[in-house]
């Protein structure tokens, strides 16, 4: 029976929780001050640019990869890219985070703070930021692939993180959800050892129902 070692991708799922631990303190400090500091910031042109990158901008990016990913698996001989991981973790990020907004149910920033507007309307619960959560996820398949690829999307990702908040959509601590939600997960599909993990399992699976078809 092969031997499977999860030991790197423990360290990195310690190092996920540490940098929650960080970021969630800090957004936690920051939940009642935020919203003053961007009204202070607050242009319409600006506003114009956030959302036009959190509703709009986003979503061509991941449509411009997805038609990439589906385009490389029809070209691949063997039909495999390494942008799968990736997708796993879009779809996994998304549907946790709306569980996670059920589960919490905190009330978005507007709902709670009296005299705060969003710039865009919102109906689902605050925490965590399925925005973030969902950008975040594919921040380390990309690194694992092409780390400046990696980089430049780890800055995008904060972007739209901070852009949330501006919205008066989101606190902080939503941010700091999201970013170890997405992180997390993208982290677990993407890693060498769950992924061996998987493979080894489904080659089991496979002989296994082989030999039961063959049982006589």
């Given at each position: 029976?092969?031997?499977?070692?999860?030991?790197?991708?423990?360290?990195?799922?310690?190092?996920?929780?540490?940098?929650?631990?960080?970021?969630?303190?800090?957004?936690?400090?920051?939940?009642?001050?935020?919203?003053?500091?961007?009204?202070?910031?607050?242009?319409?042109?600006?506003?114009?640019?956030?959302?036009?990158?959190?509703?709009?901008?986003?979503?061509?990016?991941?449509?411009?990869?997805?038609?990439?990913?589906?385009?490389?698996?029809?070209?691949?001989?063997?039909?495999?890219?390494?942008?799968?991981?990736?997708?796993?973790?879009?779809?996994?990020?998304?549907?946790?985070?709306?569980?996670?907004?059920?589960?919490?149910?905190?009330?978005?920033?507007?709902?709670?703070?009296?005299?705060?507007?969003?710039?865009?309307?919102?109906?689902?619960?605050?925490?965590?930021?399925?925005?973030?959560?969902?950008?975040f996820a594919v921040l380390v398949?990309?690194?694992?692939?092409?780390?400046?690829?990696?980089?430049?999307?780890?800055?995008?990702?904060?972007?739209?993180?901070?852009?949330?908040?501006?919205?008066?959509?989101?606190?902080?601590s939503d941010i700091a959800g999201?970013?170890?939600?997405?992180?997390?997960?993208?982290?677990?599909?993407?890693?060498?050892?769950?992924?061996?993990?998987?493979?080894?399992?489904?080659?089991?699976?496979?002989?296994?129902?082989?030999?039961?078809?063959?049982?006589?």
């Amino acid at each position: 029976m092969t031997h499977l070692s999860f030991a790197s991708f423990k360290r990195e799922v310690w190092s996920w929780a540490g940098l929650f631990m960080v970021l969630w303190g800090m957004g936690k400090m920051l939940d009642p001050h935020a919203f003053i500091f961007f009204e202070g910031l607050r242009t319409p042109d600006l506003d114009r640019l956030i959302i036009f990158l959190t509703e709009q901008f986003i979503f061509v990016i991941f449509g411009i990869f997805a038609v990439i990913g589906f385009y490389r698996i029809w070209k691949s001989p063997d039909h495999k890219t390494k942008l799968i991981p990736a997708g796993f973790a879009v779809v996994s990020t998304a549907i946790i985070s709306f569980i996670f907004k059920a589960f919490f149910a905190i009330p978005r920033p507007f709902n709670a703070i009296e005299g705060l507007t969003p710039l865009i309307p919102e109906l689902s619960a605050s925490f965590p930021s399925a925005h973030t959560a969902v950008t975040f996820a594919v921040l380390v398949p990309f690194y694992r692939v092409f780390k400046p690829l990696g980089w430049a999307w780890g800055f995008f990702a904060l972007v739209i993180g901070v852009s949330r908040v501006y919205e008066n959509v989101h606190y902080p601590s939503d941010i700091a959800g999201g970013i170890f939600l997405g992180g997390l997960i993208g982290s677990f599909f993407s890693h060498r050892e769950i992924q061996h993990a998987i493979s080894h399992w489904w080659e089991n699976e496979r002989e296994f129902r082989r030999q039961s078809f063959h049982f006589r």
